[in-house]
C-alpha cells in the first residue's frame, strides 16, 4: 500500500513539475504539456535575483519534495538512500523542465533540497528521541 502512495505522488508531482502553466493547473485545474525536443540554453539555471523568484512556487516545491521525501522514507528507511534518491529525482526533474517550455532554476533546486531535509531531519530527531527515551532510565 505504501508503493501505492509513492507512486500516486510521483505522477502528482510530474503532473505539477510537467505541466505548461502551471497557474492554470493550479487555478482552472487546466493540465497541458508542451514538449521541445531542443530547449533553449537559457532555460537552464539562469541568474536572477531572489526577490523575483516565486514564492508559490518555492513553496510547492518544498512541499512537493517533502511529501516525496516522507513516502519514500517509509517505503525505504534508510536515511543515506532515501537522500540519495530525493536529491538526484529532484536534479532530473529540474533538468527535465526545460523540455516541457518550463526552465531549470537553482531556487527551485534549493527549494526541493530543504523540502527533502527537512524531512529526514525530522525522521533523524525522532529517530534520535526514541533512542533516548528507551536508554533513559525509569524513575519509579
Known sequence: ??????????IVMCIGLFTNNVAAFFIEGNISFYIDPNP????????????????FEL????LMFAVFTYL???????????LVISILFAIITELLQPFFGRGADWYDLGADFIGI?????????????ARSSISAPKNN
Not at 513553496?59 to 518544498?62: E, L, N, P, Q
Not at 519514500?72 to 532515501?82: A, C, E, Q, V, W
Open 40 to 55: 533553449s540554453a537559457v532555460l537552464y539555471f539562469p541568474a536572477y535575483p531572489l526577490i523575483q523568484a516565486s514564492a
Open 72 to 82: 519514500l522514507f517509509k517505503n525505504i528507511p534508510r536515511f543515506t538512500l532515501t
Open 59 to 62: 513553496t510547492g516545491h518544498a
Open 117 to 129: 531535509n527537512c524531512v529526514l531531519l525530522f525522521f533523524y530527531i525522532e529517530k534520535i528521541s
Open 1 to 10: 500500500m505504501k508503493q501505492i502512495g509513492l507512486t500516486l505522488w510521483v
